[in-house]
């Protein structure tokens, strides 16, 4: 006589609650008692409050069992705990979602307030994506003793497909001009882990500052360069123009005031550190600029 076929049942058990050493060790121990499969497990602890997750297989006869001695765990730990069964069909329609593309969207600002994570949490709505997890980059803040140049950076992991890329990225940009708040936004795949040369753009990048406006005010022309520079911003004239005519405004200008000029650059704070982090991290890195290569030979030296 052929052993009738066991069946097996989903379910999702989520306990909150007060965190603390050997909870998820003490949860482990009763389903692998029970011999259940882990489809899905998700834990984060937020100022020692904790929210555990797990999907789990197990077969239908043990499901009691072990929903009773988590329940009993629970007790004796002072979490909360609950239970929700997932049909196959449910769970074949989750299993079905995961060939969406994965990307990763990076906000990184002084502080930051539930306003700005509002306004970026609605653009990521607005173009269809999920939201599978959030985590803090940085460090803890102190509010008896804020440091000065303090900062703070989230990750959000989304899946999905942009419905217009171009339109996202126009509505980031427009929030960090608005909201003081930096955006990087990347598809999460092997490539955004194995890059290894990084390329900074110069002027009002790595500087505060453009350098040709620093020679220009050397020169005495300062209101001159800054005039054509605006009418090439409006689109009145193109850049190798604009560009031609402002160092024409230059000539005569004393080839020494460039030395006192890369002495006194405006260094972007943080750019230092972040310098000394990604060569201690093995990558190459690469200077842009329009022409000024002198400024980037002393940049490239000071780092």
Request: aromatic share 6%.
């Given at each position: 006589m052929m ?7 989903q ?8 965190d ?7 949860v482990?121990?009763?389903l ?7 489809l899905?497990?998700g834990q984060?602890?937020?100022h ?6 797990v999907?789990f297989?197990?077969?239908?006869n043990?499901s ?9 765990k629970?007790t ?15 769970y074949?329609?989750?299993v ?5 593309n ?9 502080h930051l307030?539930a ?6 949490t609605t ?12 985590r803090r980059l ?10 000065k ?6 990750e ?14 126009a509505s980031?940009m ?6 003081e ?19 900074f753009?110069?002027d009002s ?5 453009e350098?040709?406006d ?5 020169a005495?022309?300062g209101?001159?360069?800054?005039e ?15 560009f ?9 200008l004393?080839?020494?005031v ?17 310098m000394s ?8 890195i ?13 940049l490239?030296?000071?780092?």
């Open positions: 052993k009738e076929k066991v069946r097996k049942e379910i999702v058990v989520r306990i909150t609650g007060v603390r050493p050997g909870l998820t060790a003490s482990m121990s009763i692998a008692k029970y011999d259940a499969m882990i899905d497990i984060a602890d937020i020692n409050s904790l929210s555990l997750g999907m297989r197990i077969d239908e043990n009691g069992h072990v929903m009773k001695e988590l329940l009993f629970a004796e730990l002072g979490v909360n705990i609950g239970f929700s069964p997932i049909g196959d069909d449910e074949e329609e989750w079905n979602r995961q060939g969406k994965r990307y990763i969207l990076t906000i990184i600002g002084r307030e306003r700005q994570i509002e306004a970026a653009v990521i709505a607005e173009q269809g994506f999920n939201i599978d997890s959030i940085t460090g803890r803040l102190s509010i008896r003793n804020p440091r140049n303090a900062r703070a950076c989230i959000f992991s989304l899946r999905g497909n942009a419905k217009d890329r171009d339109a996202m990225q980031l427009q929030l960090s001009h608005t909201m708040m930096d955006f990087s936004f990347q598809e999460d795949n092997m490539f955004r882990r194995m890059r290894r040369l990084i390329c753009d110069m990048t790595l500087i505060q500052t350098c040709i620093e020679l220009a005010m050397r005495g022309v209101d001159k360069v800054k054509i520079t605006a009418r090439a911003m409006r689109g009145e004239i193109d850049f190798k123009q604009s031609t005519e402002r160092v024409a405004l230059l000539k005569g004393d080839v020494s460039m030395k006192e000029i890369a002495e006194n650059l405006p260094i972007t704070e943080g750019a230092d550190r972040l982090v990604l060569k201690r991290c093995g990558y190459k690469a200077i842009l600029s329009g022409g000024f290569t002198f400024f980037g030979e002393y490239q030296k000071r780092w």
